[in-house]
């Protein structure tokens, strides 16, 4: 690969693998400073050897490498919130019991049925300053409003360390949270909230006013809800307001992508804006007006979409093409991918870790890899013709290099994503030009009809194509079994069949063969590896017990009569069975003693009935039984007491104190700690 043979690239892979391993290890803060000093001073003394005494060395190289994988820890560090020594993380009483504190609220998220859900930053608790954004979860109530970004609440409350899943397998929101570099939330009633009157007026409070006065102006001229919703989306990036529906349409018709901004919508954006300035004259000092009005516009626009990462990087990206562009350089666009990485990394490691940012840049750098070599395939002569095959080759390169990493997170793979492409670009070009046009009028209160309700209708249709598309459910490839060895060994054999197909030669062919071998050989590995696996879960389901038992590859679940006949869509079980590579053989009632591995297990219902000669390793509390459970104990002698989900919630904590206390038996309420599993 011509790339890698950049010293940039390899330089931004040595500080991207500098941000990924210490995120996972944890190394001591110290240890990481003092690595850093040593490498910096090895890499000085390598560079004046080089320069003076020895003129080829390969110190300076594997110096330069160092000294760059720790550059990337020591961003890592620096940037992460929980290694501040004022970050509320590290105040243990804040866990435990109430305290007064004192947050502003930094932005608004997509509420649940019950909560209205904002981020918010700390900045004392109690009397002591404090720092860290949280999770502020507040119950609806139709006497608060909605609060704004920026508004300054006090809120006697305690925090709550983000939570396991509560099932094997389950998206890990507690592990998304931390990403993102929230630990904790907090829940509130609005009577427990002080709302001061004053608003912390910074970089994030200006750009949500700006768009709330556009939202606000469209709203005055009865834009459709449903259309100013994906208007909304697909142009400043915000998608609180989007019905799940909609957002299922897209994500079904392989389009989810067009509702978060990305270099898609920066392309436009920046198209446009080349032709509002086309009549400016090509001179030195129009040139630099020109790529100041550029730069100018795009970063107000990351602002106003909320600095999301696919924002960030594909804005970051577009300048350094417009200052290539501008200043008549050859923009090498592998160079301009390498420095916007580098760029935002080091202002915000995090962002390796979002999903968007991986899919973006991949997305990206495929298209500039791979399409070239799917557009020589066929070269049409009709310019009709060349634009649809341009879309199709831009799509497939995308969903070649994004298609291993979405099915290793989301487990599916929407067929018709071509279809999808083809029938909307065409479409969302008009859209975007239209949209930021009337998003720029609205922030002034100047919205004409004639430009507000093509928007409007041309919106409407666009939701009428992702829905007639997704309709088609049987194009979606749906509970994709896909772990990280597989996800690896995938793009090593789309890596090597690219690099023959460019210029084919018998070596790379060998690579090509020995990397499909690969692949088999991690599959084959990873299915020996769970056909030695036998283990057997209760789950953690409100007011229902669910239990399977696995054998291999073959699983047997256990439960009521409503649960097996939902079990088909019980999402629960899906993830299970799809993380699992397993299939659901038999599905049985639960009974009232289970085995497994040595283990005799009696499981309670709500008639509390027992056999008293049993001698159970676990009691397996279910559907609050009524029972003395003292004298059970006593007389049954468990090694291991759990309590299900369905049981009463003040159960759990009345029988934990009493089984761990008085009989020093071991308890698990799994409706508090999650999944129990045997194994």
Known sequence: MKVLQFPLARITIGFVLGIAIPFYINPDPAIV??????????FV??????????????????????????????TLLVHTDSYQQNNYSHNSSVFQKQQLLSLVVREKLKGSNSNDRYIAVLNQIGSKNSSGKILLNIYKDSVHPTFETGTLLRIKGMLYKNKLPNNPNQFDYGAYLSKKQIYAQLYADTDQISVSNTFKKDIWYYAAKLRTTIIHNLEKKEFHKKELSVAIALILGQKQDISPEIIQDYQYAGAIHLLSVSGLHVGFLLLFINFILAPIPNTKRGAILKL???????????????????????????????????????????????????????????????????????????IIWLQPLLTSVWQPKSKPLKYIWGIVTVSFAAQIGTMPLSIYYFHQFPGLFFITNLAVIPLLSFIMTLGVLVMVLAS?????LFLLKPLEWSIHYLNKIINSIASFEQFIIRDIPFNTYLLLSSYLIITATIIWFKKPTFNKLIV?????????????????????????????????????????????????????????????????????????SSKEKIKNTAFFNKNRILILDSTGMYPKDLR?????????????????????????????????KTIPKTLGKRVVEKQKIPFHAIGRKGFYKLN
């Open 45 to 74: 003394t390598s560079y004046f050897l080089q320069k003076n005494i020895l003129k080829e060395t390969m110190c300076f190289g594997l110096s330069t490498y160092l000294l760059t994988f720790l550059i990337g820890a020591v």
């Open 292 to 366: 100041s009005l550029i730069l100018s516009s795009l970063a107000a626009f990351a602002l106003i979409a909320g600095l999301a990462p696919s924002v960030v990087r594909s804005v970051t990206m577009f300048s350094f093409v417009a200052i290539g562009y501008q200043l008549r350089r050859s923009v090498n666009v592998y160079h301009t991918l390498l420095v916007s990485i580098l760029l935002i990394l080091l202002f915000q490691p995090s962002f390796l870790f979002d999903v968007g940012f991986q899919l973006s840049y991949i997305a990206l750098f495929f």
């Open 512 to 584: 090509v063969l020995l990397s499909v071998i690969a692949v088999q050989a991690v599959y084959m590995q990873t299915k020996w590896k769970l056909q030695n696996q036998h283990e057997w879960v209760i789950f953690n389901l409100k007011r229902n017990t669910m239990i399977t038992e696995r054998n291999g590859a073959k699983v047997t679940l256990y439960a009521n009569d409503s649960i097996i006949k939902a079990s088909r869509n019980n999402s629960v079980l899906k993830s299970y069975l799809t993380a699992n590579f397993s299939v659901l």
């Open 444 to 448: 002034f209160n100047y919205v004409p």
């Open 616 to 648: 159970p390793s676990i009691i397996l509390l279910t559907q609050s039984p009524k029972i003395n459970l003292d004298r059970m104990l006593q007389l049954l002698k468990p090694k291991m007491v759990v309590a299900d989900a369905s049981n009463y």
């Open 33 to 42: 400073f003092g690595l850093f000093a040593a490498a910096l001073l090895f």
